[in-house]
Nanobody
Framework: QVQLVESGGGLVQPGGSLRLSCAASVSIFSIDVIGWYRQAPGKERELVAL????????NYADSVKGRFTISRDNARNTVYLQMGSLKPEDTAVYYC?????????WGQGTQVAVSS
C-alpha cells in the first residue's frame, strides 16, 4: 500500500510559478514510476510528467516541456513538480500517481488556478 499526499497548489497569476509536492508513505526507491497528472473541468485526466523511483529519465507532456520540472528527494520520499511560466490553461487539479508492482496509487489532488 502506498499513500500519497500532495501539497503546494493555489492561485497564481499568469507567468508565475508554483512548486507542488507529493509525499509518499514508502521509500521512493521501491516505486517503479511516479507521475504528476492533471484534470481540468470537463476534461480527461492527462499526464504531465513522469520520473522513475530509481534513475534519472524523465518524461513530459508537450504542453509543459521547458516550463515544468519533475524531481525527487529520496531522503524525504517526496516528488516535486516545479511549474513556471504558468498559463491559464494550466488550471486543473493536479494528482500524484505511483506505480508499484503493477498497482497504481493516487493522491487526493491539489488545485492549481492560474488567473489574473
Amino acid at each position: 500500500q502506498v499513500q500519497l499526499v500532495e501539497s503546494g497548489g493555489g492561485l497564481v497569476q499568469p507567468g508565475g510559478s508554483l512548486r507542488l509536492s507529493c509525499a509518499a508513505s514508502v521509500s521512493i526507491f521501491s516505486i517503479d514510476v511516479i507521475g504528476w497528472y492533471r484534470q481540468a473541468p470537463g476534461k480527461e485526466r492527462e499526464l504531465v510528467a513522469l520520473i522513475p523511483g530509481v534513475g534519472s529519465t524523465t518524461n513530459y507532456a508537450d504542453s509543459v516541456k521547458g516550463r515544468f520540472t519533475i524531481s525527487r528527494d529520496n531522503a524525504r520520499n517526496t516528488v516535486y513538480l516545479q511549474m513556471g511560466s504558468l498559463k491559464p490553461e494550466d488550471t486543473a487539479v493536479y494528482y500524484c500517481n505511483a506505480r508499484k508492482s503493477c498497482t497504481s496509487y493516487w493522491g487526493q489532488g491539489t488545485q492549481v488556478a492560474v488567473s489574473s
